[in-house]
């Protein structure tokens, strides 16, 4: 930390080369005692220390929701949402994923949480003005291998899905070229990824939007039950990761979660349960998402033209601006659909 | 009659006075600066110094002179009564168990797991405390400090929104039109201030700033944070370098509270605890932390209820309320389709309890 860059004086700043405080958060960790004895200046001299240190650190005042809600504020809100892809759901999710936070996306396996998520890595790639943010994605495999058949059949029936955009658009974009995948079998890996190569696509723009399958792979088998506090610091050390990542790049970031089993359903402390599963990984990662989805799969079927396929239901568990809602979803060839209220009742038990 | 040495002095300072032979603030009384720089070696600026200090610790410690006059308990009821109004929510529940609305000039955490509306008070109280006084509310602005990212705008705008048409409905007098005119949700946007940090550090910082800007924008009523132990949870290997960073932080809030006659809100998460075999839930950042705000709520669940009970409080008896979130923001279970009136609170001798106007 280069002290002459704050506007100090030069009394001030030989005291703090003196006491060895290399950088701003040395200076706003210690009380204003503490820092009195260690520099050996006057509590004015440390006063004027603590505020230039602050002033270099926040270096803009508060800001009038107004200038957010006028689009005036890019720093701190864009208001941008990435689409799911799908009218209806984008109706639940209010536009879509929020830009700036970690989403989670939990549900038994067959639910179709990897189907919405490979979605996802194609709906970012359209422009804003359809939903997408003009970037690719990443997708971070923990478990099975990624399905690359499947992606390709989602991106050939595009045009399908996506009946709002002009086909002349959907075929001048070359969805496998931005999809970004990466297999990481433990945690160190993982690391490596996040730290590294993760934030060199996020800074050259070629990608905006991080999918993790799963957050729970790694975190449930590499720990013994004992650990639970070590595990609880890795928890912890990630989803900070994600979080800078999400904040200092505007990007979506969805983790997707596995389920356990409720025992004891008078345990309500995340709210009432609509199934009897609840996300993994309990209350230390619950604490670190902002936006909770459920995906579920019901014993129903719903038919289309020759399409067969199990009826889900997204839910949103918690989310800052949207309320405990769901729509019924079936996966068809071309992705994840709602269904609207006319195609519920082709619904067959 | 205080020993030099325990005033906030550089030690430089000190042991040149204590070397000159001042050892206690009466040896140091009816100095001049020049006088005082002369026989103890100091320079101009040093001794000035010095004896402000002095003035300052003698007028507060003896009552004598200066601004810190003793207060009696009674002046202290009716400035409170005039001055710090409470900010009354749209949950007339929440209002009653808080004895009048969320008092201005102390501290107040609100604790609860993920999901349960955390979050979502404090966006509501974020609207409320902007309502106009001739309505019962302070007419205040606000500073929200988030550093989860959770305040989303378009949920900001909903209860903005749901605010004003309340007041709209209850508006019965001219001087009640009047004031409609500027609440509206523009102008409820425009007393809202943001600040988005996203570590601890950023947050200190911030709150060492905070008290500049409070100065410059004295209608501040309420500073929420949300959430402090988001930031504090987090790469923390030194966790009595935690408590006390915690510690100083609570000061600092209690001090802008009652300097600033602000109302500060602050959330916090929950954690598990394991006593004897048994897990329990209690609110995360420990034991100490829990001594620093005057007010705790904590929301919870109750199968599919939500309910707030408050379990610390200096004036109110241990409640619980029911609550919900709807789309207008933060309300009452089970609320009437009336809006009720709330009349604003005029000083007499009778409780505050029987001035409202409640119908439902």
Same mark, same amino acid.
């Given at each position: 930390m280069d002290w002459h860059q704050l506007d100090l004086s030069p009394r001030i700043t030989a005291a703090v080369r003196r006491a060895k405080l290399k950088c701003v958060q040395d200076v706003l960790c210690v009380s204003g005692l503490d820092l009195q004895r260690l520099t050996g200046l006057s509590r004015s001299d440390v006063q004027q220390l603590i505020t230039a240190a602050a002033t270099a650190c926040r270096p803009h005042p508060p800001v009038p929701a107004l200038l957010l809600h006028r689009g005036e504020c890019r720093r701190l809100e864009s208001g941008l949402r990435l689409s799911v892809g799908c009218p209806v759901l984008d109706e639940?999710?209010?536009?879509?994923?929020?830009?700036?936070?970690?989403?989670?996306?939990?549900?038994?396996?067959?639910?179709?949480?990897?189907?919405?998520?490979?979605?996802?890595?194609?709906?970012?790639?359209?422009?804003?003005?359809?939903?997408?943010?003009?970037?690719?994605?990443?997708?971070?495999?923990?478990?099975?291998?990624?399905?690359?058949?499947?992606?390709?059949? &989602?991106?050939?029936?595009?045009?399908?899905? *996506?009946?709002?955009?002009?086909?002349?658009?959907?075929?001048r974009l070359q969805f496998s070229d931005h999809v970004y995948i990466e297999h990481t079998a433990d945690l160190e890996s993982l690391q490596v990824c996040l730290s590294r190569r993760v934030?060199?696509? &996020?800074?050259?723009?070629?990608?905006?939007? &991080?999918?993790?399958?799963?957050?729970?792979?790694?975190? *449930?088998?590499?720990?013994?039950?004992?650990?639970?506090?070590?595990?609880?610091?890795?928890?912890?050390?990630?989803?900070?990761?994600?979080?800078?990542?999400?904040?200092?790049?505007?990007?979506?970031?969805?983790?997707?979660?596995?389920?356990?089993?409720?025992?004891?359903?008078?345990?309500?402390?995340?709210?009432?349960?609509?199934?009897?599963?609840?996300?993994?990984?309990?209350?230390?990662?619950?604490?670190?998402?902002?936006? *909770?989805?459920?995906m579920r799969r019901l014993q129903e079927t719903v038919a289309r033209g020759n399409q067969r396929s199990a009826l889900r239901r997204l839910e949103v568990v918690f989310a800052p601006h949207l309320a405990r809602d769901g729509r019924d979803a079936a996966v068809w060839r071309e992705g994840v659909r709602g269904l609207t209220g006319s195609e519920c009742t082709d619904v067959q038990h | 009659?205080?020993?030099?040495?325990?005033?906030?002095?550089?030690?430089?300072?000190?042991?040149?006075?204590?070397?000159?032979?001042?050892?206690?603030?009466?040896?140091?009384?009816?100095?001049?600066?020049?006088?005082?720089?002369?026989?103890?070696?100091?320079?101009?600026?040093?001794?000035?110094?010095?004896?402000?200090?002095?003035?300052?610790?003698?007028?507060?410690?003896?009552?004598?002179?200066?601004?810190?006059?003793?207060?009696?308990?009674?002046?202290?009821?009716?400035?409170?009564?005039?001055?710090? *109004?409470?900010?009354?929510?749209?949950?007339?529940?929440?209002?009653?168990?808080?004895?009048?609305?969320?008092?201005?000039?102390?501290?107040?955490?609100?604790?609860?797991a993920p999901g349960v509306g955390k979050t979502q008070l404090c966006l509501q109280l974020a609207v409320d405390v902007q309502v106009?006084?001739?309505?019962?509310?302070?007419?205040?602005?606000?500073?929200?400090?988030?550093?989860?990212?959770?305040?989303?705008?378009?949920r900001v705008v909903d209860i903005a929104t749901a605010g004003v048409r309340h007041c709209s409905l209850l508006a019965e007098d001219d001087e009640q039109r009047v004031a409609m005119e500027t609440f509206t949700v523009e102008t409820i946007?425009?007393?809202?201030?943001?600040?988005?940090?996203?570590?601890?550090?950023?947050?200190?910082?911030? &709150?060492?700033l905070l008290p500049g800007f409070l100065s410059a924008h004295p209608r501040v009523r309420l500073l929420v944070i949300d959430s402090v132990a988001f930031v504090f949870r987090r790469l923390f290997d030194d966790l009595s370098q935690r408590t006390r960073l915690l510690n100083d932080l609570a000061q600092q809030l209690i001090a802008m509270a009652t300097r600033h006659k602000m109302a500060v809100v602050i959330t916090n998460q929950m954690t598990t605890r394991l006593r004897g075999g048994q897990s329990q839930l209690v609110p995360a950042l420990g034991e100490s932390w829990g001594h620093a705000p005057a007010i705790r709520l904590l929301l919870h669940w109750v199968g599919p209820q939500r309910m707030a009970a408050i379990f610390k409080s200096p004036a109110h008896m241990d409640s619980t309320i029911q609550y919900?979130?709807?789309?207008?923001?933060?309300?009452?279970?089970?609320?009437?389709?009336?809006?009720?009136?709330?009349?604003?609170?005029r000083h007499t001798n009778q409780p505050a309890a029987s001035q409202r106007v409640t119908s439902c």
């Amino acid at each position: 930390m280069d002290w002459h860059q704050l506007d100090l004086s030069p009394r001030i700043t030989a005291a703090v080369r003196r006491a060895k405080l290399k950088c701003v958060q040395d200076v706003l960790c210690v009380s204003g005692l503490d820092l009195q004895r260690l520099t050996g200046l006057s509590r004015s001299d440390v006063q004027q220390l603590i505020t230039a240190a602050a002033t270099a650190c926040r270096p803009h005042p508060p800001v009038p929701a107004l200038l957010l809600h006028r689009g005036e504020c890019r720093r701190l809100e864009s208001g941008l949402r990435l689409s799911v892809g799908c009218p209806v759901l984008d109706e639940l999710l209010r536009g879509g994923l929020p830009v700036g936070g970690v989403t989670e996306l939990s549900g038994e396996s067959g639910a179709g949480k990897t189907q919405l998520a490979l979605q996802l890595c194609l709906s970012v790639q359209y422009p804003t003005q359809h939903g997408g943010l003009n970037s690719g994605a990443v997708y971070i495999c923990t478990e099975d291998v990624f399905p690359s058949s499947r992606l390709q059949q &989602l991106i050939s029936d595009q045009s399908c899905l *996506r009946s709002d955009v002009p086909p002349t658009l959907i075929s001048r974009l070359q969805f496998s070229d931005h999809v970004y995948i990466e297999h990481t079998a433990d945690l160190e890996s993982l690391q490596v990824c996040l730290s590294r190569r993760v934030p060199l696509l &996020l800074a050259r723009g070629a990608v905006r939007l &991080l999918v993790v399958d799963s957050v729970a792979a790694l975190f *449930r088998c590499e720990f013994q039950a004992s650990d639970w506090l070590e595990r609880t610091k890795q928890l912890l050390s990630f989803s900070s990761t994600l979080h800078h990542l999400s904040q200092e790049f505007n990007t979506p970031v969805l983790c997707i979660n596995q389920v356990t089993d409720v025992f004891n359903s008078s345990d309500d402390t995340l709210g009432p349960l609509s199934s009897n599963v609840s996300p993994a990984l309990g209350l230390a990662w619950a604490n670190q998402v902002m936006v *909770r989805l459920m995906m579920r799969r019901l014993q129903e079927t719903v038919a289309r033209g020759n399409q067969r396929s199990a009826l889900r239901r997204l839910e949103v568990v918690f989310a800052p601006h949207l309320a405990r809602d769901g729509r019924d979803a079936a996966v068809w060839r071309e992705g994840v659909r709602g269904l609207t209220g006319s195609e519920c009742t082709d619904v067959q038990h | 009659m205080r020993p030099v040495s325990s005033l906030s002095l550089s030690p430089s300072v000190k042991v040149r006075l204590v070397s000159a032979g001042f050892r206690f603030t009466s040896d140091l009384r009816g100095l001049k600066p020049l006088q005082l720089s002369k026989e103890a070696s100091l320079s101009q600026p040093e001794a000035l110094e010095v004896l402000q200090t002095v003035r300052r610790v003698v007028g507060g410690d003896e009552g004598g002179g200066g601004a810190s006059a003793s207060l009696t308990a009674l002046e202290l009821l009716q400035k409170e009564e005039e001055e710090l *109004r409470s900010i009354v929510t749209f949950s007339s529940q929440l209002d009653a168990a808080l004895g009048g609305g969320l008092p201005v000039g102390k501290t107040i955490e609100i604790c609860g797991a993920p999901g349960v509306g955390k979050t979502q008070l404090c966006l509501q109280l974020a609207v409320d405390v902007q309502v106009p006084s001739c309505f019962g509310g302070v007419g205040g602005q606000m500073v929200y400090i988030d550093t989860e990212g959770s305040f989303l705008l378009q949920r900001v705008v909903d209860i903005a929104t749901a605010g004003v048409r309340h007041c709209s409905l209850l508006a019965e007098d001219d001087e009640q039109r009047v004031a409609m005119e500027t609440f509206t949700v523009e102008t409820i946007l425009s007393n809202m201030f943001l600040v988005r940090c996203h570590d601890y550090v950023e947050l200190l910082a911030e &709150l060492h700033l905070l008290p500049g800007f409070l100065s410059a924008h004295p209608r501040v009523r309420l500073l929420v944070i949300d959430s402090v132990a988001f930031v504090f949870r987090r790469l923390f290997d030194d966790l009595s370098q935690r408590t006390r960073l915690l510690n100083d932080l609570a000061q600092q809030l209690i001090a802008m509270a009652t300097r600033h006659k602000m109302a500060v809100v602050i959330t916090n998460q929950m954690t598990t605890r394991l006593r004897g075999g048994q897990s329990q839930l209690v609110p995360a950042l420990g034991e100490s932390w829990g001594h620093a705000p005057a007010i705790r709520l904590l929301l919870h669940w109750v199968g599919p209820q939500r309910m707030a009970a408050i379990f610390k409080s200096p004036a109110h008896m241990d409640s619980t309320i029911q609550y919900q979130i709807t789309s207008e923001g933060f309300r009452d279970a089970n609320q009437c389709e009336q809006p009720q009136s709330k009349r604003p609170r005029r000083h007499t001798n009778q409780p505050a309890a029987s001035q409202r106007v409640t119908s439902c």
